[in-house]
């Protein structure tokens, strides 16, 4: 997996790692303020890239201001899943 992303001209670090969250069973997460996103590694492949699409739309949606799309996880997670699910099955359409 890509060590890094750049979205809307910031760069996100991106992190696998054990354990997401200690609080709460979590796939991944996104931390605004340090641009990181940490990814399960545990996770399949594919998976692992439904979940950073996922942080990536948590990233655009914050840096759009759209506060309050950024925190609805079930549009959120639409939004990822059709897209990963649109370039995945579309993989020479993509470069």
Do not use: W
Not at 54 to 80: P, R, W
């Amino acid at each position: 997996m890509t060590k890094a992303v750049r979205i809307l001209g910031l760069d996100y670090e991106i992190e696998e790692v054990e354990c997401v969250s200690k609080d709460e069973l979590r796939r991944g997460e996104i931390n605004f303020l340090t641009n990181r996103i940490k990814i399960d590694k545990t996770m399949p492949r594919d998976l692992k890239n439904q979940v950073l699409m996922h942080e990536i739309m948590h990233a655009i949606f914050d840096l759009f201001g759209y506060e309050d799309l950024c925190t609805d996880e079930n549009k959120v997670q639409s939004i990822a899943t059709a897209l990963h699910q649109v370039i995945r099955d579309n993989p020479k359409l993509f470069l």
